[in-house]
């Protein structure tokens, strides 16, 4: 079973950057895809970006070329770097892991809250 942890969610400026870091338990993290989704109040739970085993990556249209999400193997971490940030980036952000067609694990969320 993994456990997966955010942090670095919080209150930033329209235009600010944060970065989000997802520390994940377990012996085989480096062979779980994972990823990154937020929920905004009255809203559906959304893919933002998601990184394979191998490194390649997949970004939701309304945040590519503003955030960037990156994995370490040796750390058992994936993180989202999150730069020119808008209002409408506010949500709770959440972590995932997922092997092969398994049901993923998710982590319990963090709050992004961005001010315009």
């Known amino acids: 079973q993994v456990q997966l942890v955010e942090s670095g969610g919080g209150l930033v400026q329209a235009g600010g950057s944060l970065r989000l870091s997802c520390a994940a338990s377990?012996?085989?993290?480096?062979?779980?895809?994972m990823g990154w989704f937020r929920q905004a109040p009255g809203k559906e739970r959304e893919l933002v970006a998601q990184?394979?085993?191998?490194?390649?990556?997949n970004y939701a249209d309304s945040v590519k070329g503003r955030f960037t999400i990156s994995r370490d193997n040796a750390k058992n971490t994936v993180s989202l770097q999150m730069n020119s940030l808008k209002p409408e980036d506010t949500a709770v952000y959440y972590c995932s892991g997922r092997f092969g067609l398994q049901q993923p694990y998710w982590g319990q969320g963090t709050q992004v809250t961005v001010s315009s």
């Open positions: 377990g012996r085989t993290f480096s062979m779980y895809a």
């Open positions: 990184i394979s085993s191998g490194g390649d990556t």
